[in-house]
């Protein structure tokens, strides 16, 4: 749960937080965390909503599976984890109870059986007229592996995976009927960075690690708050192939926000490059204080784009 | 997730039964369990949407958080284990964003003070029109202390703690205008049996264990069909205050249903009673082949109540 999410009702992790952990690290991570010998479990949880996370028009059931899985798969990622089982809630008004929940199986059947993650649990329920659907997604690694928000360190490098921007351009081309571009079908379906986030999590240079949902600029505050940093980004340096906007301020890319130690960097991204094929580029640096900086070709400079919000 | 709430869509267990396991339970009892080692950890998860599960007319949000709470815990006490920690999914309309969510929260969190039971992690989102909710609860546990349906004996004693029968003669109630009878109460808010499963988890006697959801005349057959075993119930030994078919038949009662050595039940229950001073009253035998037969007193009858299905 990020934090901010639940904003609507004040500060629900202090309310909860005088409770009992049991060993559970508290909310304000991609996941929760507990420790089971040496190996944590990761968990984390994610709703879709039918008219506010997609649109039965606009995305067919199938992809509806796929994405509804990778969004979770993409928090486990961020940890540093692989993830290992899954378990699925969906409630299904009469006309989706048929075709539409078969075809949604088969999606988040495929992308379950790329990954190979088991699914252990769920339920299912009717409702009286739209589909919403809950994943959790459990993921397993060496303590040491776990990657944390909090972990960000005066003068790393500040990088991404991949590019960023498509997602949101794509949800634009649907709005506008453009159901078959490249962003859109990037936007429908998603794609976790299972296998980036679970190599970045095996290296110590590595320290914060999140993934990118809400975009690059409101994304890096929480690894601002949780590590007590401030933060400058070059916009020229931001890998994406659309306007500027989509990809500072654009949601659902799932790519991989990381910190990583400045005289690893060029060693990590190369070897990260080798291993999964998918490049790390680096586009600023931790600084002292609690202010996020932006700047273009090294000159400071003004964004007043905030992060999507579904909410 | 019961095996049977997948149907509409075929044989979901077997479909995803050929991925890996990684260690998890697969589909098929109440939670699913994970050895972490000398412990387990169980998992479930339960969803509950607004004009299926509850009216927001005829129930407070205070009570929609407390028994969204209970009926997650209810789950991780039929299989022995505390409850520890708990993700909280919610959508919510733009006239829940308010008041409602805020008693909402006040009530899941008296219940999580009550339990003892952290909050860390979950989503919040926007709907339409209608309030969605998904608790994930996680419960911890000795592995030799897990209960699983698939654990009765021929010649067990089948019993149940409390009475059954108040949640849904409760619902019949509110539909027909009684808010307040006990019977009400007692659908609005549920009361998961936390301290009675766990201990009846210690008792090396009680071999299966579940908890009464979708009635006993429903739930007996999931008992049945994982241990491969038939069962008689005699109807006359049903502890209730209310009709007979609501006890049979009514759903969400929430009490436990286990087989005991036959030999050790009287002084399981006795035990039980002195420890929480919950009843644990015997209403049948587990036996060969696999039928449900009922008794009326000891002679065969008839009964064509099923379950209670949400869907």
Not at 76 to 94: D, F, H, N, R, Y
Not at 125 to 132: E, G, L, M
Not at 199 to 217: K, N, P, R, Y
Request: charged content about 20%.
């Amino acid at each position: 749960m990020k934090k901010s999410e639940f904003s609507f009702i004040g500060d629900i992790a202090t309310l909860f937080g005088a409770l009992p952990h049991h060993g559970f690290e508290p909310i304000g991570d991609d996941c929760t965390v507990v420790a089971m010998g040496d190996d944590s479990l990761v968990i984390t949880t994610d709703m879709l909503v039918e008219d506010v996370h997609f649109l039965r028009a606009a995305s067919t059931a199938e992809e509806v599976g796929m994405k509804s899985l990778h969004v979770n798969l993409s928090d486990v990622a961020a940890m540093g984890a692989k993830p290992v089982a899954t378990l699925l809630s969906i409630a299904l008004p009469e006309g989706a109870q048929g075709e539409w929940a078969e075809a949604f199986m088969r999606g988040y059947h495929a992308v379950s059986e790329r990954e190979g993650v088991a699914l252990v649990g769920g339920d299912t329920t009717a409702s009286r007229d739209r589909i919403t659907i809950n994943v959790v997604a459990i993921g397993r690694a060496p303590q040491s592996n776990i990657k944390r928000r909090s972990a960000a360190h005066v003068g790393d490098i500040i990088a991404v995976t991949g590019k960023l921007g498509a997602s949101s351009k794509g949800l634009v081309d649907i709005m506008f009927g453009d159901l078959n571009t490249l962003a859109a079908q990037h936007h429908r379906v998603a794609q976790a960075r299972t296998a980036e986030g679970l190599w970045l999590g095996t290296q110590c240079e590595v320290h914060a690690m999140m993934d990118i949902s809400d975009g690059i600029a409101s994304d890096i505050k929480h690894i601002m708050n949780q590590s007590n940093v401030g933060a400058e980004i070059d916009t020229t340096l931001i890998p994406t192939d659309y306007d500027l906007r989509y990809a500072i301020g654009g949601g659902e890319d799932y790519e991989l926000l990381v910190t990583v130690q400045e005289d690893s960097f060029d060693a990590i991204a190369e070897a990260l490059y080798r291993a999964t094929g998918t490049t790390l580029t680096a586009i600023g640096r931790i600084t002292d204080g609690n202010e996020l900086r932006w700047l273009d070709g090294g000159k400071p400079t003004e964004i007043d784009i905030e992060g999507f919000k579904h909410f």
